[in-house]
């Protein structure tokens, strides 16, 4: 079956299974791989992306659900030569350990972020309950994620821009 | 003269009426107790008050998320407006400082506080008034060595007349009962212990059983099924729609562990009893269980054949597999859009093989999808089952950013449809719709118990 989804601004169209989950979609079939596979039953935090302003499991998500909503992942953060404001103060903090949870941590607080530009501690820790770092490196996450709620005020960057690249 | 000897005989009448009102209304204020906080109590007896008040899970009420243990101002919602919990740290301004034991004892007793009024049923005196002087002297020792916290309630908003306390002298006439149980001698010491702990500090019945026009209980629908924080208290009598019956081990297990592998998960406001329960002894536990179980009675035989079905089904060992989300243990026949759904949402965690409680319970044995209402089901598709903190436990994902109403509307359709066989629920969209916005608004809290938002409350804090 084909379905039509948007990522990261750009508009795809893939043929498979409609239970399929979005994680499998954005790996295997649009060659995103930022969006990590951890378990595959909701439990981990590692296929996080963002679906219409909200942080979702990807892993969870039969694509039959995703027609005509709006996908963020990782990829449409920033790029290698131009990181957007989360990466910045990932790389600028040193956050990733082994980096597999990195991704969906930044979309949970890529989530965050947009709803919300000067989170408390406490806000950010609720909104990264379900992600889960198996190296342990929650403290520089948290300041990461604190850094980038300044990196976005400093330069007024629209958060709300939704699949901005860069 | 006869109009002014009728007038004179109504006058007379009111004031009696009204004197007679205030004789009963009227209760004294037992003086303060300049030295109560700073008195000293056996370290057993406080140990003891710990355990009592965990049973009678005084912290939920009586704590506001985030602030100290025991200082009250939560609000809790009732159908006749909002009524602020006390502080009950010993605090002699704004706490139960200057409350001599007397005065405690009087108010478990008989719902009145030290100045003499009478208290709200939201505390559930109710209950509390069966509370042995014994085990009251305890929880009066543990609260009173609490550390003191200077913290005023807001004050109740509630319409006139109910903001006149002594009217509750009247509610108290009508559905009040003061004092200990009636001895049972035709029952056993553990059911009577049982019946001592549930109805007691346990309290059960304030959530489990409906109450009527008036927020009192219903005693004849006893354990009926009730309300509380947005969740349906389960009927725990003959009416309970565990597809496999309550028994006294099952029971003991789930309200000692909170989840059973026949039950699931304990979730809402249950977590925090389950968390609770936890500083019990056995014995105390198994008491409540053979109590509850009594009231549940024995299944028809129909519903006997059924369980044990079921049981053959669920029991033993098995490989324990854990499924992922790319292949789902059934497939759909393509019949409604709510099969689609679930079997690729849900069925991989909640038909795989991963036993509780970190898989998900097979919907064969759920209460929540044979349940006359919905509510519980939908706030757990909505909002999940959060993790707890720095513990294993049960999880599960939130999908009320992933799915419509309409669409958890058709994926709880089919649900009832396939695994009950029950009535169709009617009303689902907008019930979700309400849930979703707050306009029905449901507390949230991960299998320890310890609410989310907007900090954590240990239930160890104070
Ligand atoms: S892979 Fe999706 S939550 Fe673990
Ligand atoms: S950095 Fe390795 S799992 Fe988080």
């Known amino acids: ?42 439990q981990c935090g590692s296929c996080t992306v963002v679906m219409d302003g909200e942080a979702v499991l990807s892993c969870m998500v039969p694509v039959m659900l995703v027609e005509g909503r709006e996908i963020t992942t990782i990829e449409g953060l920033g790029t290698i030569d131009e990181p957007g404001p989360l990466q910045q103060a990932f790389i600028e903090l040193q956050a990733a350990q082994c980096g597999y949870c990195i991704p969906g941590m930044m979309m949970s607080a890529h989530a965050l972020l947009r709803r919300k530009p000067r989170p408390s501690d406490a806000e950010i820790r609720e ?29 007024s960057l629209p958060e709300a821009d939704e699949g901005r690249a860069g | 003269m006869w109009a002014l000897r009728v007038v004179i005989v109504c006058v007379a009448a009111i004031i009696v009426a009204a004197g007679a009102f205030f004789f009963l209304a009227w209760r004294s204020e037992i003086p303060e107790d ?17 355990q009592l008040a965990a049973l009678g899970n005084c912290i939920a009420c009586h704590t506001v998320p985030g602030k100290p243990a025991f200082s009250g101002g939560l609000g809790v919602p009732t159908p006749f407006g909002t009524i602020y919990s006390t502080n009950i740290t010993p605090d002699r301004e704004t706490g139960i400082g200057g409350w001599s ?39 009066y020792a543990f609260l009173m060595t609490r550390p003191a916290v200077k913290a005023e309630a807001p004050q109740n908003d509630l319409q006139f007349p109910l903001t006149y306390r002594p009217l509750l002298a009247a509610w108290k006439l009508a559905f009040f009962d003061r004092g200990e149980l009636e001895p049972d001698t035709s029952q056993s010491e553990a059911w009577t212990r049982g019946r001592y702990l549930a109805e007691g500090l346990g309290h059960c019945g304030a959530c489990h ?31 309970s729609k565990a597809p496999i019956p309550w028994d006294e081990q099952s029971l003991a297990f789930y309200l ?13 406001p249950m977590t925090e009893v389950t968390g609770n329960l936890s500083g019990l002894p056995d014995s105390d536990i198994m008491a409540i269980a053979t109590y509850v179980t009594s009231i549940m009675g024995d299944p028809t035989p129909e519903r006997g054949q059924r369980a044990a079905q079921l049981r053959e089904q669920f029991e033993g060992d098995y490989f324990e597999q854990a499924a992922d989300s790319q ?10 859009p709510g099969e689609a759904i679930y079997v690729a949402a849900c069925a991989s965690c909640h038909e795989g093989q991963r036993r509780q409680p970190f898989g998900g319970l097979n919907f064969d044995l759920s209460t929540a999808v044979n349940a006359p209402n919905p509510q519980n089901i939908v706030n757990v598709v909505l909002f999940g089952l959060p993790p707890a903190d720095g513990e294993a436990s049960a999880v599960m994902p939130a999908f009320r950013h992933l799915l419509s109403d309409q669409q958890v509307a058709d994926v709880l359709t089919y649900m009832r449809e396939r695994f009950s066989e029950e009535q169709p629920w009617a009303g689902l969209v907008e019930l979700i719709a309400n849930t979703r916005s707050g306009a029905h608004k449901v507390t949230i ?18």
């Open chain 2, 101 to 139: 034991e007397e005065a405690f004892q009087r108010a478990m007793n008989e719902g009145v506080d030290r100045r003499g009024s009478h208290l709200y049923p939201a505390f559930p005196y109710d209950h509390f008034t069966h509370v042995s002087a014994e085990d009251n002297r305890a929880l």
């Open chain 2, 445 to 462: 809290r991960p299998s320890d118990g310890i609410e989310r938002a907007p900090h954590n409350v240990g239930a160890e804090e104070g």
């Open chain 2, 209 to 239: 059983t409906p109450r009527n026009a008036f927020g009192a209980e219903d005693r004849d629908q006893y354990f009926g099924g009730g309300e509380a924080e947005g969740w349906q208290a389960y009927a725990i009598n003959k009416d």
């Open chain 2, 256 to 268: 000692r562990n909170g989840w059973h592998e026949f039950h699931g998960v304990s979730r809402g």
């Open chain 2, 34 to 50: 300049a030295s109560a906080a700073e008195a000293t109590f056996a370290p057993e007896l406080v140990g003891k008050g710990a």
């Open chain 1, 1 to 42: 079956m084909s379905i039509s989804l948007t990522v990261n601004g750009s508009p795809h169209q893939v043929d498979v299974d409609p239970a399929t989950p979005l994680l499998y979609v954005l790996r295997d079939d649009l060659a995103l791989n930022g969006a990590k596979y951890g378990c595959g039953l909701g």
């Open chain 2, 327 to 336: 292949s789902s243990p059934v497939s759909a026949s393509g019949g409604s």
């Open chain 1, 127 to 155: 909104a990264l309950t379900t992600n889960l770092c198996r190296c342990g490196t929650h403290m520089r996450i948290l300041a990461a994620i604190r850094r980038a709620g300044e990196l976005m005020q400093a330069a």
